[in-house]
């Protein structure tokens, strides 16, 4: 008789302790299952908000009144004399120490015909970030994003 109540006691247990153990995995699964959805959707909202800049929101480098005062204002890594930009420093001797300059995707001589007001971000690049642009890169590299081509990667 002792045998058969210890026996029916630990199945009892057992039973129990893994029904609750499911309802405790299905209840987690749940929880996790939501919190990726919110997550899911802040990303969404994030990168549908970041994907334009909103008419009431003025851009931020619109107060320049041209790209040379936006890089010494904005970019204090940047050395500005007169119309020549450098990043590195000067590092040839007979060559250029000029930056190459990558508007919306396109390499550009000056950036005197910019107009601070349409662009949409900046990037400055140097050293194994701008190895992406081969040779080209090695005085360093800015790119610049109007806000003419923000739907357009």
Do not use: H
């Not at 899911?40 to 041209?66: D, G, L, T, V």
Request: charged residues 25%; aromatic residues 6%; without cysteine.
């Amino acid at each position: 008789m002792r045998n058969r109540i210890f026996l029916s006691i630990i199945i009892y247990l057992f039973i129990a302790v893994s029904v609750s153990g499911q309802d405790a995995d299905s209840t987690k699964t749940a929880k996790e299952k939501a919190k990726s959805e919110k997550q899911a959707a802040k990303k969404k909202k994030k990168e549908e908000s970041s994907s334009e800049i909103p008419a009431e929101k003025p851009n931020r480098y619109a107060q320049y009144s041209n790209m040379y005062d936006l890089f010494r204002a904005e970019f204090p890594e940047i050395q500005i004399t007169g119309n020549s930009i450098l990043i590195r420093g000067r590092t040839s001797i007979t060559g250029s120490s000029e930056p190459l300059i990558v508007v919306d995707g396109a390499a550009i001589t000056n950036v005197e015909d910019i107009i601070p007001g349409n662009v949409r971000s900046i990037k400055v690049l140097k050293g194994q970030a701008a190895a992406i642009y081969g040779m080209r890169g090695g005085n360093g590299v800015i790119e610049i994003i109007t806000i003419s081509t923000q739907g357009v990667k």
